[in-house]
Each structure stands twice: as C-alpha cells, then as structure tokens.
C-alpha cells in the first residue's frame, strides 16, 4: 500500500510525538501519539491518540468565608452567652449586607475549660472558652472588604480563611471541554496528513478537568477595634482546565 511522500508497511506503525499543550488567548500546542495495533485480517488497525488541553480563566464571582467568634470567661455559661450575642450581631451585619440565611452555614460550635500555668506548672487560672464557626458566601463580590471589616467590627475575631470561587463553573468548563476536544481533532488530523494517511472516525473520548480556586492564609483578627477602614481583599483570577484523550481510525488517503 502506497501514500504521498512515504511507504506504510502491513506491520505496526508507531509514531511518537511529545508537544506540551496550553490553551491560552488561543495560542494552543499539544502531546500527540499515534499507534497502529494489528488485529485479526487482511490489514492492521491504525490508530491515532492525542491529549489536548484547555484553560479557560474568569474574574470569581463568590467568595467563602471561614470566620470564628470566641469568648473566655471563668463561667462556662457566661463565655456561651457572651458567644451567643456576639454571633447573633455578625448574623445581624451579614442581613444588613444582603447576605441570606441559606448562605450563612455553621460549621462548628465548641465549648470547653482551659488552664493557665506558671513556670513550675502550677495552675495559676482556669476558664472557659466558647467558639461558633460559620461558613458565610459572598455574592456581592463589590462590598467584600466591607463586610469583612462590618463582621469583625460587631464581634467576629478570627478570620480562618477565604475561598474564591465562580457560581457558574459548568458554563466555564464546557467552554474548555468544546476547546480541547477542537483543538485536539485539528492537531490529530495535521500529524495525520503529515504522516501521509487521513484521518477517520474518533474512537473513544475521554474528559479529566481541574479547577484553580485562589487561597487565602488565616488571619487572626483580634485587633478589630483597632482596624480603619476597608480590609483590602482582592479575588483576583479562576482558571478551569479541561483535558481531551481521544482515538481516531487512521486510513489511507
């Protein structure tokens, strides 16, 4: 059997080709293989493998906040009840943002005894302390520094993190999967003509994805008093990957 510019043999064809790929503003390069498994005939089966890559970025448009309110008192009940009212005047600022009871989680409520010793060990005090944590989401990414520095201001005093995030991921992530699978038939069709055959019907596809939230470390913000203004908070960039592994039929021209 004949083609253009080579000569293609009934036993296994294998080509290998490592090409990095990244879809970026377009620009896209791609790992591509290509194997000729013989099966039971006349002729072998050619294939064609590639792997082809998308990332697709966007501004995040919800944020996920970790925020804890602590108390200490020497009396169980009055370091519960002092955590209690502090909680009740951060569920108050969230409502007053716009934040809805559905949006507001709580993720832990604890209460237990502490010590204090000297040098030698010995007890020199004892107390209680009292912790609500709560999950909040943020949609109104605009007034994010705002209701951090309100939550603080009216009895949150630890911030255990911040989660970036975008609402509608699956719109992000098609739009990366229709891009790779493009690219990667493109690709697989041009080391097929380079190769001297033609492309066939894709065999199998399979999707792996990965999304990229940005992390922010904890901080401890037990000098909210002492804090002016908006707590300065940037959210930054999402990228979401898709990543194509496709088999064509590789035939003659």
Do not use: C, W
Request: proline residues 3%.
């Amino acid at each position: 059997m004949k083609a253009t510019g080579m000569f293609l043999s009934g036993v296994a064809l294998a080509v290998l080709l490592a090409l990095g790929t990244v879809f970026t503003m377009g620009k896209v390069t791609q790992p591509v293989s290509a194997a000729a498994p013989s099966k039971s005939g006349d002729e072998p089966q050619r294939t064609i493998t590639v792997s082809g890559q998308a990332s697709v970025t966007a501004v995040p448009d919800v944020a996920y906040i970790t925020l804890s309110v602590q108390t200490r008192d020497k009396k169980a009940a009055n370091a519960l009840e002092d955590n209690n009212k502090r909680v009740a005047q951060v569920y108050q600022t969230l409502a007053r943002f716009g934040v809805e009871k559905k949006d507001i989680q709580t993720t832990s409520l604890s209460l237990y005894q502490q010590e204090e010793r000297d040098r030698e060990g010995k007890v020199i005090a004892r107390y209680y302390q009292a912790n609500n944590t709560v999950r909040v989401t943020v949609r109104d990414m605009d007034n994010l520094g705002k209701i951090l520095d309100a939550v603080v201001q009216s009895g949150a005093n630890r911030l255990q993190g911040i989660q970036f995030g975008i609402s509608d991921r699956a719109a992000l992530l098609e739009q990366a999967r229709l891009e790779a699978v493009k690219q990667g038939k493109a690709q697989a069709a041009a080391i097929a003509a380079a190769a001297g055959a033609k492309l066939g019907e894709v065999q199998t596809i399979s999707f792996q994805s990965v999304a990229q939230p940005v992390m922010r470390d904890e901080m401890m913000m037990e000098a909210a008093p002492k804090m002016a203004g908006e707590v300065p908070v940037s959210g930054g960039q999402m990228q979401v990957t898709a990543t194509v592994h496709m088999v064509f039929d590789l035939q003659s021209p």
